[in-house]
């Protein structure tokens, strides 16, 4: 090995890495040799023998827990930094390798604290997957990382926010939304430390929640400059992520994008680099040198890819978990559901109409695809049960409750499509509530005390010169007839009707009540529309 490849030891070493031109190795979990073919969602694709050696490396660094894998690619990172300041002049202009390391250690203790500070103190160390809160978030971040780093943090806002609901973030330097589905980050800041200028630009683009097609996708542009004196050195990297949603909602990622570019500039070093590679479920699958020049050779090009690799899959990984966990946590789609009669208060043995409606929380448009029930606790069934039914617009099915008073039965239901996976249940019973009646209006005052909306019950009504028995004779818990008898001043009023009972979301029923009634002395004869409150009491 020559003295130019020792130079680029460290950072392949941090790696874990050999040279891409050996075969073997720890490169059997993606393909054994090169022209090997792995099936994706958008078809066959090559993974060659460079690609396989990088990514066994790199797989190892995403199996650690997540504090470990941010230490180890921040220090791959650094050691590509202190390999790159050799040769971009930028460590002779420090005054020398240890000048150097202390200006980019606190620049990315400057960098870590910047982003750290604009995001929610309430995104634990748990959800990020680190042992405790005082190790939360990293001292410190590389460039590269960095930019990750945000879009760790983005990510982790997922499980503070309600689905359907937005987050917006505004800090210096530091703009992030979750809306409509997607999350965006951009990441500008400038730290500066013993004359380095450190700069990182970082901007990313995500759906979160599959289009009408069932698509998904995501980009990540990440831009790091450290300079001083007119000598300085770049580091750019791409990302491209995209995935697709099938009718029973399981997202299979597709075939995506990492390039990496790095060059250094002024004092006449003329050194760059441009690697790329594709990226298929979590794993690279080629990798191929598009360009390079003056004194960069073929090791370099290896220690760049797998640099590129490693930054390129950690995002790719994040932009990878955000869609999955919305796509089947309920933040793109809502299951709402609704039964009649009923949820509570039926009769022994009475059967519900359970309506089930999956809409995108995107557009509000019905997202198809199926949806299926299950009775998850108490008595008695649902029908049909386990079985997807077909949802264009709703999907319906019948709960029969148990055959005794004062029992109850939980339904589960589930609905599946492109847009995502939701869930609900709904709960009923056969218990007798109680309730008291109220209502004015018309020239009537209605009061009554129910002791079940399953038996035959009474409300009273008063009014000028009168009052009035209403007998309610419930065909159903929600619907029956009314007779009604009363009088006053000696004319008898007599009267016959019907009422439907609907849930108000709140704890109370209104009784809409259609009656029509007449007095025998005069023989005038009205219709009434009467909405009753019913307010429980038991």
Known sequence: ????????????????????????????????????????????????????????????????????????????????????????????????????????????????ATISAAFPATISAASLGFAAPSSGRPEATEPLIGGLFGLMLLGGLLDSIKPGKAADISAEGITAQIK??????????????????SKLKATSESTICPDSDGHLEGKMHIDATASKGGLGQNITVDVTFAASVDDNGEMTPQQGDVRMQSAEY??????????QGGIALGHMTNMRVNRSGGTANAHSADVAGAIGAI????????????????????????????????????????QSTITAQPTSRIDGLATGGTVTALLTGGAAAVDPSSTPVKADTDAQFTYTAPGEKDKTGTVSLEARSKRGIAKATIDFDTK???????????????????????????????????????????????????????GGSQAVVTGTGTYTIVDNGDGTLTMNEQVHSCVNVSGACNDNAQPVTLTPTS
């Open 432 to 486: 007798q509530h109680s309730y008291t009646a109220s209502y004015t209006g018309g020239g009537i005052t209605i009061t009554g005390s129910i002791a079940s909306l399953s038996e035959p019950f009474t409300t009273e009504g008063t009014f000028p010169g009168g009052t009035a028995t209403f007998l309610h004779t419930p065909t159903d818990s929600k619907s029956g007839t009314i007779t009604i008898s009363g």
């Open 180 to 197: 409509d589905g997607a999350l965006s980050l951009g990441i500008d800041v400038t730290h500066l430390d013993k004359g380095l200028e």
């Open 266 to 275: 002024g004092g006449g070093k003329r050194e760059f680099i441009d690697v």
């Open 1 to 112: 090995m020559g003295k130019r490849e020792m130079r680029w030891t460290g950072a392949v070493l941090a790696l874990s890495l050999v040279t891409v031109s050996c075969s073997g190795g720890g490169g059997a979990r993606v393909a054994n040799s090169g022209g090997d073919s792995t099936t994706l969602a958008g078809g066959s694709v090559a993974i060659d023998a460079s690609a396989v050696a990088v990514d066994a490396a790199v797989q190892k660094i995403l199996a650690l827990p997540v504090a470990e894998r941010l230490a180890k690619a921040n220090l791959a990172e650094r050691e590509f930094e202190s390999e790159l300041g050799a040769f971009s002049g930028l460590t002779d202009a420090m005054g020398g390798a240890d000048q150097l390391a202390a200006a980019l250690d606190s620049t990315a203790q400057q960098r870590a």
């Open 311 to 350: 930054s390129g899959l950690l995002a790719w990984v994040q932009m990878y978990s955000a869609a999955d966990k919305s796509v089947k946590d309920g933040r793109c789609v809502e299951l709402v559901v609704s039964a009649s009669p009923g949820p509570t208060g039926l009769n022994p043995s009475e």
